[in-house]
């Protein structure tokens, strides 16, 4: 059973401030996609990784991945204009055997291999599954700064990554997204309108996707917490 796993990187990342795309930013001298794709690159569940980026990042990422050696097999994917079109350029470039597809965000690089591994044993079962946390705050639903309703805690979960399909149920989605001109900010959104279940697993707060500076800081705490552990072991981070 082939699995690709899709880690779309062709965002500009204007909420950092900065001119460098957050997925390029490093921590530890290493760009944060470098330590997202190590984590992908050790689990023995996926088969190869296609990471998708900007025209323009294409050399970049280029030289930052023959740098890295990974272990395992890479494509750089040309991007496109959203999140969406570079995951269904990635899906189109995916191998013919591939039957689950897997799609992380590249700036979530504390993902573990344990979680990987059981979002892609649950899209294997059913067919469509992701990661999720429950919300610690109240939520309420507003229009035009005006409450009109509170939604019950015990009901709602902060979508994360990675989330993993068979892969012609998610090719199916995506086409039929284009079809239809609707935009989805994760791929569970665009399953979802087919009818489809999607499975939610435990995921973790530790699990951020590093978006804004005052991310940085954490993220950087992380990363130092990951090298000492690993150090500790005799083994590399992306073990972890």
């Known amino acids: 059973m082939n699995t690709v796993a899709i880690i779309p990187a062709a965002g500009a990342g204007l909420r950092m401030g900065l001119d460098?795309?957050?997925?390029?930013?490093?921590?530890?001298?290493?760009?944060?996609?470098?330590?997202t794709l190590r984590?992908?690159?050790?689990?023995?569940?996926?088969?190869?990784?296609?990471?998708?980026?900007?025209?323009?990042?294409?050399?970049?990422?280029?030289?930052?991945?023959?740098r890295e050696r990974l272990t395992k097999?890479?494509?750089?994917?040309?991007?496109?204009?959203?999140?969406?079109?570079?995951?269904a350029i990635a899906l189109a470039q995916a191998p013919s055997s591939t039957e689950i597809a897997v799609v992380h965000d590249a700036v979530r690089p504390f993902v573990t291999l344990e979680q990987?591994?059981?979002?892609?044993?649950?899209?294997?079962?059913?067919g469509a599954a992701i990661l999720g946390i429950p919300s610690v705050d109240t939520v309420k639903q507003v229009e035009r700064q005006i409450v009109?309703?509170?939604?019950?805690?015990?009901r709602i979960v902060l979508a994360q990554?990675?989330?993993?399909?068979?892969?012609?149920?998610?090719?199916?989605?995506v086409?039929?997204?284009?079809?239809?001109?609707?935009?989805?900010?994760?791929?569970?959104?665009?399953?979802?309108?087919?009818?489809?279940?999607?499975?939610?697993?435990m995921g973790s707060e530790r699990n951020i996707k590093i978006t804004k500076p005052s991310d940085l800081p954490l993220a950087r705490l992380y990363i130092a917490q990951e090298r000492d552990l690993a150090q500790r072991a005799g083994c590399s981070p992306s073990d972890g």
Do not use: C
């Not at 990784?49 to 323009?56: H, M, W």
């Not at 068979?166 to 989605?173: D, G, I, M, Q, S």
């Open 116 to 126: 990987i591994q059981n979002v892609l044993n649950a899209a294997r079962q059913t």
């Open 20 to 35: 460098t795309p957050k997925q390029f930013l490093a921590l530890e001298s290493v760009p944060i996609f470098i330590h």
């Open 175 to 201: 086409t039929r997204a284009a079809q239809d001109g609707f935009m989805a900010s994760d791929e569970s959104s665009l399953v979802e309108r087919l009818g489809q279940e999607v499975t939610v697993l």
């Open 148 to 154: 009109i309703g509170t939604i019950p805690r015990e």
């Open 39 to 66: 984590k992908f690159a050790a689990s023995d569940a996926v088969d190869e990784i296609l990471l998708g980026v900007r025209p323009a990042d294409l050399d970049r990422a280029r030289q930052e991945l023959e």
């Open 73 to 87: 097999p890479w494509r750089l994917v040309t991007g496109g204009a959203s999140r969406q079109q570079t995951v």
């Open 161 to 173: 990554t990675p989330q993993a399909f068979r892969y012609t149920l998610l090719t199916e989605a």
